[in-house]
């Protein structure tokens, strides 16, 4: 079960006696060292648990283009678990958040370039400086989610290494991104993917960016008027 905005929590069980374990992930340490709990019918047993806050530190750094060596304005860092853990760089790419102790898969990405997830541990104040590389870049220039429209994309590897694609989706009312996605697809092999895992009501374009030659096959689909168009699309470089 889960606490409430006051940390109640209440279980209905049967008779028996039962060992109790609770966390509160990242913040705290799970406390595995509850006393064994007996529950008797027709009564009420009251276990208090106590949690430990974890530490917690700055993590910070910088994110630059290999190509150009400049800071990348506007990039999304965050841990790819707990994603409420996220900031995007300034103009000259620096940035800084603070997270609670622990190792964390910490993720950097930004439009047309690989994202970047590396393993992080932040047992003090942390420097995470990551690199962004452009690579095969696919536009596709409508994908819908709105008004009975789906759009899913098949992406094929046409390289000779496992492909990093990572998607930005972007609304045809003003531009803006609104949504991400990343991938990663083995030698030969494909995958599905769909604009409403991570960009749901909005319409427009998108970019793939791959770090390996990728095909990406677009499906348009009206499931209300039995609609269907196809159409594929290679890298442009």
Do not use: C
Not at 15 to 21: D, E, K
Not at 148 to 170: D, E, L, R
Not at 217 to 225: A, K, S
């Amino acid at each position: 079960t889960l606490t409430d905005g006051t940390g109640f929590y209440s279980l209905s069980l049967p008779n028996g006696t039962y060992t109790l374990t609770a966390s509160k992930h990242p913040e705290y340490y799970p406390n595995t060292t509850i006393p064994p709990v007996t529950v008797t019918a027709g009564t009420t047993a009251v276990q208090d648990i106590v949690l430990t806050a974890k530490p917690v530190y700055t993590l910070s750094g910088r994110v630059t283009s290999a190509s150009s060596g400049s800071g990348i304005s506007g990039a999304a860092v965050k841990l790819v678990e707990y994603p409420q853990y996220n900031t995007t760089t300034s103009t000259t790419g620096d940035y800084s958040m603070t997270v609670p102790s622990g190792t964390y898969q910490v993720r950097a990405e930004a439009a047309g370039y690989v994202t970047n997830t590396s393993t992080v541990t932040v047992n003090a104040d942390t420097r995470w400086d990551v690199v962004l590389y452009t690579g095969y870049t696919v536009y596709v220039p409508w994908t819908a989610t709105t008004q009975g429209w789906t759009t899913p994309y098949i992406i094929a590897n046409k390289g000779s290494s496992p492909a990093n694609v990572s998607i930005s989706y972007y609304d045809q009312a003003d531009g803006s991104l609104v949504g991400t996605y990343s991938v990663n697809i083995q030698p030969g092999a494909s995958r599905f993917v769909f604009r409403e895992w991570t960009a749901s009501g909005t319409d427009g374009s998108a970019v793939l960016v791959s770090d390996q030659p990728i095909s990406v096959i677009v499906d348009q689909l009206n499931n209300g008027e039995n609609k269907f168009a196809a159409y594929e699309v290679d890298p442009s470089g």
